[in-house]
């Protein structure tokens, strides 16, 4: 069974920019699994930030970019802010009618 | 202005059963696919499946987790959408989420989520 595979966790400074990863554990994500990122804050319903790879979602705002970066999907976010500290999903669609997440990436903005 | 809200949640013994419920409003429910996602504490978010609007189809696609123990429906005159959730097991245990499904396979607008608890 494929594994959606993200980092567990993330370190960026105040102002920097980080890159998320959104892998396969066996091939390659291509625009054709219709990658989608998703932000959460602890106790609070996910966030839609990015659909069909590199899509903003309404409000989001332009500090955050999808991407394929070699043989994954990547969430890039510049000019990072305390309060984009948060947990970082991505979502792939497999086919047939079904999508899996990935693991989540913890991201620490200091 | 879409919402999305779950109720239904609760405690239930396992080998239980329960059924989630999801009123919609602020778009147009029929032409909608709608998708179910959990979330157990402390742990990631699961996709658990999602249904096709009736002009699509109206089918069901599960994950394989609760394949055969839960079933998605779809009120369209009461722009509701409904999670039947059968031989519950304590991994079951999650926040469960509604969520609109957008062309492209995204999960568009997300609800509050309803707590179920698996426990003896």
């Known amino acids: 069974q494929t594994v959606v595979t993200q980092e567990p966790s993330f370190s960026v400074p105040p102002g920097g920019t980080v890159t998320l990863t959104c892998g396969l554990s066996?091939?390659?994500?291509?625009?054709?699994?219709?990658p989608s990122w998703y932000q959460q804050t602890p106790g609070q319903a996910p966030r839609t930030l990015i659909y069909?790879?590199?899509s903003r979602s309404f409000g989001v705002p332009d500090r955050f970019s999808g991407s394929i970066v070699g043989n994954k999907a990547a969430l890039t976010i510049t000019g990072a802010q305390a309060d984009d500290e948060c947990d970082y999903y991505c979502?792939?669609?497999?086919?047939?009618?079904?999508?899996?997440f990935g693991g989540g990436t913890k991201l620490t903005v200091l | 202005e879409v919402q999305l809200v779950e109720s239904g949640g609760g405690l239930v013994k396992p080998g239980g059963s329960l059924r989630l419920s999801c009123a919609t409003s602020?778009?147009?429910?029929?032409?909608?696919?709608m998708s179910w996602v959990r979330q157990a504490p402390g742990k990631g978010l699961e996709w658990v499946g999602q249904?096709?609007?009736?002009?699509?189809?109206?089918?069901?696609d599960y994950a394989a987790s609760v394949k055969g123990r839960f079933t998605i429906s779809r009120d369209d005159s009461k722009n509701t959408l409904y999670l039947q959730m059968n031989s519950l097991k304590s991994e079951d245990r999650a926040v469960y989420y509604c969520?609109?499904?957008?062309?492209?396979?995204?999960?568009?607008?997300w609800g509050q989520g309803t707590l179920v608890t698996v426990s003896s």
């Open positions: 249904i096709k609007s009736k002009i699509d189809g109206g089918t069901t």
């Open positions: 969520t609109m499904v957008g062309s492209g396979w995204y999960l568009g607008h």
């Open positions: 602020g778009f147009t429910f029929t032409k909608a696919w």
């Open positions: 066996s091939g390659s994500v291509s625009t054709s699994y219709f």
């Open positions: 979502v792939l669609y497999m086919g047939s009618g079904i999508s899996v």
């Open positions: 069909t790879t590199d």
